[in-house]
């Protein structure tokens, strides 16, 4: 692992910003940069410096260079055990706390989705971790982050064809299709964003569960409970919205993520009719 103050593929290290299960994430920047621009560097810990991790790593950075779009994270260098990309300075999507910045991320992030869709790549891991939100948002926008699970849909476009295999999975944004171990597609993104939508809005992801083996059950088999409570009479309209947005079967979903924000953005900007 690296430490603050020494230096790793050539960056010199500050403060570690973020801690996951694989990897560490430290402020860091490169001498022959512009010192005042930082860079975020992911570092692999070093009990997970495998061939498989690594492969993780370069097509976490082969598939982000290749979107160019203004809410996925730009990628610099990469090497052994490590990526260096964009820095950003605020926090987690589950920090925003007004409906209308919520919803302006959420719409950023189904554009920066549909548009890694037309260019055939599934992110296959949106969740609240991975969208970040800068100093300054709303004026320069959320950042989805993490492109090492992503899936290329026409394999034969990569150079490194993912191989066959059990991905890694975030149990509570998953969709039944990954569960049952099918390819993934845009509908899968779509019914992970729905499940961030819900955390967002109501502070949990859709379905509470004491362990894996009753949160797969529920993707599988239940609907998503009710969010009506936290709306008032805009709550049943927005639970046909999501309920949509994860039906089971891909095909029943929206034709895009962007259609499934601007309903979600429609019902809630609806003042409620007279009450019956």
């Known amino acids: ?31 022959e940069d512009d010192p005042g621009t930082p860079v975020a560097l992911k570092i692999l810990d070093e009990s997970h410096r495998t061939p498989v991790e690594q492969a993780r790593l370069d097509r976490e950075f082969e598939f982000a260079r ?17 990526l260096a990309m964009q820095f950003v300075d605020g926090g987690k999507s589950t920090g925003l706390q007004t409906l209308p910045d919520q919803l302006a ?23 609240p971790a991975n969208i970040l939100v800068p100093a300054d948002f709303p004026r320069t926008g959320v ?12 394999e034969d476009v990569w150079s490194r064809p ?11 944004y998953t969709a039944p299709e990954i569960l049952c171990g099918k ?25 509470p569960a004491d362990n894996a083996a009753e949160l797969v059950d ?28 994860m039906a089971k079967l891909p095909a029943r979903r929206y034709n895009s993520c962007t259609e499934f924000v601007g309903q979600l953005s429609r019902v809630l900007a609806t003042p409620p009719g007279p009450e019956t």
């Open 143 to 154: 950042v989805l982050t993490d492109f090492g699970s992503a899936h290329a849909v026409v």
């Open 218 to 245: 529920a993707h599988l088999r239940r609907l998503p409970p009710p969010v009506s409570a936290a709306f008032g009479p805009a709550g049943r309209a927005l639970d046909v919205v999501v309920e949509r947005a």
């Open 105 to 127: 991320a959420l719409a950023q992030i189904a554009d920066a989705l549909d548009y890694a869709h037309h260019r055939g790549i599934v992110h296959c891991d949106v969740k």
């Open 1 to 31: 692992m690296g430490e603050a103050g020494g230096d790793f593929g050539g960056y010199l290290i500050g403060r570690a910003v973020g801690r996951g299960g694989h990897a560490t994430v430290y402020r860091a920047h490169h001498p």
């Open 162 to 172: 993912r191989r066959p295999g059990s991905p890694e999975v975030s149990l509570p």
């Open 183 to 207: 390819a993934p597609s845009a509908a899968t993104d779509e019914y992970a964003l729905a499940c961030t939508a819900v955390e967002l809005l109501t502070g949990a992801p859709p379905f």
């Open 66 to 82: 290749v979107l160019d779009h203004p809410n996925v994270v730009t990628v610099y260098r990469h090497g052994p055990c490590w």
